[in-house]
């Protein structure tokens, strides 16, 4: 058990990087030790904002650090996973950002090393901390609406041609792992499956670029069978003008639940009145605006990764859970690049 604060150190200051600072700010047993970015100037930006008293260019110098138990995974997704691997073989706990990474060898080496060098692995999916999605996973897990019969995730956001053009990893195969549905989709993947409960048997699925001058997709759509023999619908884009709110249709034989971007918007469910949401804005509004995501999620999940640390139990979403979207995901890409229904090993 660790007797001090949990010391942080983030690898990555570009678009996310603040929040997970602003989150171990807020955390009483975390303390941010470090910043670390190629770029030096922003590294050393970000480390006075937050009252970090160290910043490295190179994260190999800032994980020689003794002051450091944990690191925040910021970089490009297609990065995670070395990056993981050199915390962990310099024994530091990882927290890394969604995707987990962008192809199944990465993630199984990233797990595989994580539990070989005896640290923990967590990965941040904070839709999964909104009030009204719990209350709702909780409600189709006790089998309140019945034998599911649809489940659907609507994720039409809008993205600017401006936006692709702030980094040159940004849609791109080899280091965002592809387009509307791994960088921005993969939140609302997450949490259909968590909600449901129940992994996907196979995809038919469409993807291109419609809109946008990159090489992966703005737009996709996918059908899925669930192994509880659900059927459903994914809709990802960064195409839409302007963006939609996320959103989440469960459909049982005996009752509905709709989610509009944290909020429940109808709620059928035999003998349970409408849940009360005391913070119904807390999942923000990125389906608009990337940088306009609430705090709330990192925060809860900031703490919980400290905790698990100080009481040697696992985080909230281990490497395991997060896998999951991944590999939906790319059974998607697999289908709509070979024109044919694709089967998950679930």
Request: aromatic share 6%.
């Amino acid at each position: 058990m660790v007797s001090k604060k949990v010391g942080w150190g983030i690898i990555g200051c570009g678009v996310i990087g603040p929040t997970h600072a602003v989150a171990i700010n807020e955390v009483e047993d975390a303390a941010l030790v470090a910043t670390c970015d190629v770029i030096p100037e922003r590294a050393e930006a970000m480390a006075k904002q937050y009252n970090a008293a160290h910043w490295y260019t190179d994260y190999n110098e800032m994980l020689k650090r003794d002051d450091i138990d944990v690191v925040s995974i910021c970089v490009p997704s297609g990065l995670h996973g070395e990056v993981a691997e050199a915390a962990a073989k310099a024994g530091k706990h990882v927290f890394t950002e969604k995707p987990m990474e962008i192809t199944k060898a990465k993630i199984d080496r990233m797990i595989q090393v994580c539990r070989e060098e005896g640290v923990k692995l967590g990965c941040v999916f904070q839709m999964r901390t909104v009030a009204a999605n719990i209350i709702a996973r909780q409600t189709i897990q006790e089998g309140r609406l019945g034998t599911m019969v649809l489940a659907d995730c609507y994720q039409k956001y809008y993205r600017s041609p401006e936006y692709y053009k702030s980094a040159d990893w940004r849609a791109t195969w080899e280091l965002d792992g592809g387009g509307a549905l791994m960088n921005q989709c993969v939140h609302g993947i997450d949490l259909l499956l968590w909600m449901v409960g129940s992994p996907v048997e196979s995809v038919v699925a469409q993807a291109e670029h419609l809109v946008r001058d990159i090489v992966v997709e703005d737009t996709a759509v996918a059908l899925l069978k669930f192994k509880n023999g659900a059927m459903g619908v994914i809709e990802g884009t960064t195409s839409c003008n302007p963006g939609q709110k996320a959103r989440f249709d469960i459909h049982g034989n005996d009752g509905t639940i709709i989610l509009e971007n944290g909020q429940i918007v109808q709620w059928h469910v035999p003998d349970m009145p409408k849940p009360e949401i005391k913070s119904p804005k807390e999942a923000g509004e990125v389906y608009k605006d990337p940088k306009a995501l609430s705090k709330h999620g990192h925060i809860v999940l900031v703490k919980d990764m400290t905790e698990a640390i100080l009481h040697d139990r696992q985080p909230m979403i281990t490497g395991e859970e997060a896998r999951k979207a991944v590999d939906l995901i790319l059974a998607i890409y697999e289908s709509a690049q070979n024109n044919r229904r694709v089967y998950l090993n679930n």
